[in-house]
């Protein structure tokens, strides 16, 4: 499966403390999103206000797209919520499995 991401800008999501993201696959457009948490946990996003959720997402955006894309990969899914977990996770992968 090929995923990209356009280049559009992300989106604050103030009704679930998200911010919105496109990706698309095989002719599809998926969309994608990353909880405030996980941007608060892992990319120093300082509050759930959307100037700190978005300039997260601007600063972190080649990783967040990583994330997603490999989970992509495996969950063929038309939507798509990273939460703090699958950075986590993902941090140990590219650490070797170590914590």
Known sequence: MHVTFPPSAPG??????????AAWANGKDIDCAISAEALQDHFGAASPDASDLLGAVN???DEIER????L??????GQ?????GHFRFALDD??????
């Not at 992509?72 to 899914?77: A, E, N, Y």
């Not at 798509?80 to 703090?84: A, D, G, Q, Y």
């Not at 590219?94 to 914590?99: K, L, P």
């Open 12 to 21: 604050y999501r103030g009704w679930n403390l998200t911010v919105g993201f």
């Open 59 to 61: 600063q972190h955006r």
């Open 67 to 70: 994330v997603a894309r490999n």
């Open 72 to 77: 992509l990969h495996t969950l063929h899914t």
């Open 80 to 84: 798509l919520l990273l939460h703090s």
């Open 94 to 99: 590219r650490a070797g499995g170590e914590s």
